[in-house]
T-cell receptor, first 117, second 111 residues
Framework: GAVVSQHPSWVICKSGTSVKIECRSL??????MFWYRQFPKQSLMLMAT?????????EQGVEKDKFLINHASLTLSTLTVTSAHPEDSSFYIC?????????????FGDGTRLSIL | KQEVTQIPAALSVPEGENLVLNCSFT??????LQWFRQDPGKGLTSLLL?????REQTSGRLNASLDKSSGRSTLYIAASQPGDSATYLC??????????FGAGTTVTVRA
């Protein structure tokens, strides 16, 4: 149980393109989803927290107009990298939890490797 | 801001040896702490979750301890196998429910 599916797993696109990444909880309802970014050989950095039906909360230094997050249902959150540039190339990972205040663990997707040419 | 340090950064052992991975964090006001495994180019797999009120958690060959007051957790892996080769991440969860990650310990188990 507690499976999180992330799609696509790898995307290569031209500079200036917008890219959408989906994160789905397959067998549980995810009240809260998190989006992380990971550079090579570095740890995960939290970008934003999204709660179903409300606006995402972004971490300091993360441009909300650049990284659009939508959490329209209890099983789906999307991250759209708008007008992507080479510096946006990274590994993006989502996680989902069944409750903000619960003692349940966060479950992670397999990540999306984004390469901007 | 929570700072997480994992020592050592890398570890290489022969098969069968026991592994000890250390994690320290600066803010002891945590909700719980998770240990994850990450394979190259992949997402994270949750291994163990320890609540702030617990001292220890076990799952098969894995055992994790938590000393919340001193800001430390240790992951023990018994009788290591080549399949245990991966990067192990420690992540305390703050009272604002956010996880903070260390840079990880990369483990190589030699056959």
């Amino acid at each position: 149980g507690a499976v999180v599916s992330q799609h696509p797993s790898w995307v290569i696109c031209k500079s200036g393109t917008s890219v959408k990444i989906e994160c789905r909880s397959l067998d549980f309802q995810a009240t809260t989803m998190f989006w992380y970014r990971q550079f090579p050989k570095q740890s995960l950095m939290l970008m934003a927290t999204s709660n179903e039906g409300s606006k995402a909360t972004y971490e300091q230094g993360v441009e909300k107009d650049k990284f659009l997050i939508n959490h329209a249902s209890l099983t789906l959150s999307t991250l759209t990298v708008t007008s992507a540039h080479p510096e946006d190339s990274s590994f993006y990972i989502c996680s989902a939890s069944s409750g903000v205040g619960s003692n349940q663990p966060q479950h992670f997707g397999d990540g999306t490797r984004l390469s901007i040419l | 801001k929570q700072e997480v340090t994992q020592i050592p950064a890398a570890l290489s052992v022969p098969e069968g040896e026991n592994l000890v991975l250390n994690c320290s964090f600066t803010d002891s006001a945590i909700y719980n702490l998770q240990w994850f495994r990450q394979d190259p180019g992949k997402g994270l797999t949750s291994l163990l979750l320890i609540q702030s009120s617990q001292r220890e958690q076990t799952s098969g060959r894995l055992n994790a301890s938590l000393d919340k007051s001193s800001g430390r957790s240790t992951l023990y892996i018994a009788a290591s196998q080549p399949g245990d080769s991966a990067t192990y991440l420690c992540a305390p969860r703050s009272n604002d429910y956010k996880l903070s990650f260390g840079a990880g310990t990369t483990v190589t188990v030699r056959a």
